[in-house]
């Protein structure tokens, strides 16, 4: 498995993206990451990136199983997750199937372990999405509230296109959006960390405290009031700061 590993530190951190990304949308917040206290390590899903081709189930409990194969590949017996949107859920899956090898939990608008519902219109544009680079952009647009730049969008569809195979796309949102494991994680004692944009209309605030609230008691909330749904874009330095406060405490 071919990894990108950023820094050299003792805290191993697991990276996960989202549905839209790769291992490779990270690039905005790796300048402002200290290298010398964590191993970032960014992972991509069957199907994307370094790993398109590769054919799977793809399943959240798939991708999570790939996590725990690439963890011991890299020899590491305990480590944090840092998961984006779908990767939100792939992490928590992480923990369900071996909680005591995961340090803490760090979601940026993370999916919730429940799934995450869809009204008709809803579902036919994003299903849509596998096949059309213009319900693409018009996802990603009103996740981030309609306020971003044209040049951004196109940019984002672009790299959501060549870095993700066709199936492997339509299957994870099936995974992603209809796979529910909340009551196996209920209660976790394990520290979670959620950073919610003021900007995003479905995974904002309100979401993660009917879930993640209701799921976590060691969880800690931030708002991001500069971000959508792609923290890591929006507001890169912000996100690497208090991704590292909380993660050094861990």
């Known amino acids: 498995m071919d990894l990108q590993r950023v820094g050299t530190g003792a805290h191993t951190v697991l990276v996960l993206h989202g549905w839209f990304g790769s291992s ?14 964590f191993s970032y390590v960014f992972l991509d899903y069957r199907g ?24 011991g590949e890299l020899g590491a017996e305990r480590f944090s997750l840092l998961g984006h949107s779908m990767g939100g859920s792939v992490m928590q ?24 519902p869809f009204d008709e219109q809803s579902w036919a544009l994003f299903s849509g999405a596998a096949d059309s680079h213009g319900n693409r952009r018009a996802i990603i647009d009103f996740t981030t509230g309609n306020r971003l730049t044209g040049t951004w969008l196109d940019a984002m569809v672009r790299h959501s296109a060549e870095n993700s195979d066709r199936d492997a796309f339509a299957a994870y949102l099936d ?3 209809r796979t529910d494991f909340h009551t196996e994680i209920q209660g976790a004692e394990v ?21 993640f609230g209701a799921w976590y008691p060691n969880l800690e909330l931030e708002v991001f009031p500069d971000a959508g749904h ?17 993660l050094r405490r861990h």
Not at 24 to 37: C, G, T
Not at 107 to 115: C, E, H, Q
């Open 93 to 116: 899956r992480v923990y369900a199937d071996a909680p005591e090898r995961v340090r803490a939990l760090v979601g940026v608008s993370p999916v919730p372990a429940s799934g995450v």
């Open 191 to 211: 520290p979670v960390l959620v950073v919610a944009g003021r900007h995003d209309p479905a995974l904002g605030a309100d979401t993660m405290r009917a879930t």
């Open 230 to 246: 792609y923290a890591m874009d929006e507001s890169p330095v912000a996100l690497a700061g208090t991704v590292e406060r909380f």
């Open 24 to 37: 490779r949308s990270w690039q905005a917040l790796l300048p402002h990451l200290d290298r010398e206290a």
């Open 48 to 71: 994307y990136g370094e790993r398109r081709g590769e054919t799977g189930r793809y399943t959240v409990a798939e991708a999570a199983a790939d996590v725990l194969a690439a963890a």
């Open 175 to 177: 995974a992603w959006a």
